[in-house]
Structure formats: C-alpha cells, structure tokens
C-alpha cells in the first residue's frame, strides 16, 4: 500500500478547494437571466419566437409574415386580439430587423404593445422609429431576359426542337 505524505495531501486538497472557487467565480448567473425571461413572458398576453427567413413561430406553428398578419386579424376578429406581445428568439433564429418591422406593422395596424429583448433588457418596438415593413408573402420570379425568352430548360432554341416545342 503506497501511502502519500501529508504535506502531498494537503496539497491537494489545497488544488480541488482552489479549483472548485475558480469554477464557481466563473459562474456569471446565467440561470437567473433564464428565470427572469421565464417570468416575464407570464406578464405578457402573447408570445411570439423569431423564425428564420422573416417567419414567426406562432403557438408552435410556423407562420410567413402576411400570416402572422392574418392570425391577428382573426383574433381581433373574435375579441381575442393581446394587448401585449414578447418577441423572443427561437432556437433556430435570433430576432433581427427584418422581424422588428413585421412586428412594427402588426402594432401599427392592429394597435398592440410588441416588446422585444435586446441583450436582456426588454425594449419596445416603436412603429414610428422602426421603419413597419409591409407584410408581405408572395415574391414575384425573377425577370427573364430577352435572349433567354425562347430557350427550353436545356438551353436550345425552341425553333430548333421538332414541333416548335
């Protein structure tokens, strides 16, 4: 049986005290920004997540803005309309601009509060600051141009196919 020095256990103990303080120093509370952001959607009517590609998840529906757009009228519609909404980043996307003017046109045609977090701290989205971009869906294809009228997918002229075709 090998048996150590105490000077050599006392050493250590001595480094798992000193790493354990340096760990627990490195903590930042982290934890309690969570729990803060958990509490504070309770406060709100409505919360939203930033989707990617300009899209919203809407009680776990993934929704293009003109939809998000609908979803309100409806719940206006039915006298369900929040009175405030929490825009909060989904696990696939950030909340970006594209997002803060969707948002910024649904508070200004349907008159609700939308608040966002920007580095832990909730801001509002004030419609006149935030240029409210119209919602928008459909995208119209890409023009084609005059040399590319009369070629087929493979790239030849349609007069030089049997048929015209």
Wanted: proline share 3%; with cysteine.
């Amino acid at each position: 049986m090998i048996r150590f020095s105490t000077l050599a256990g006392r050493l250590v103990a001595a480094s798992l005290l000193a790493s354990a303080l340096v760990l627990t120093g490195c903590h930042r509370g982290d934890t309690k920004s969570e729990v803060a952001a958990m509490q504070a959607q309770q406060h709100f009517d409505a919360v939203i997540k930033a989707y990617k590609g300009g899209q919203f998840l809407v009680d776990d529906a993934v929704l293009s803005a003109i939809d998000t757009g609908s979803h309100f009228a409806y719940l206006k519609d039915a006298g369900k309309l929040p009175k405030t909404v929490l825009l909060v980043p989904s696990d696939d996307s950030k909340v970006r601009k594209q997002h803060l003017e969707y948002m910024a046109r649904i508070a200004l045609d349907y008159g609700v509060v939308v608040y966002y977090d920007k580095n832990g701290e909730l801001k509002q989205i004030n419609p006149q600051e935030t240029k409210a971009r119209a919602l928008e869906d459909y995208h119209a294809p890409a023009k084609m141009g005059d040399d590319q009228k009369s070629k087929t997918a493979a790239g030849s002229d349609r007069q030089d196919m049997p048929g015209g075709y």
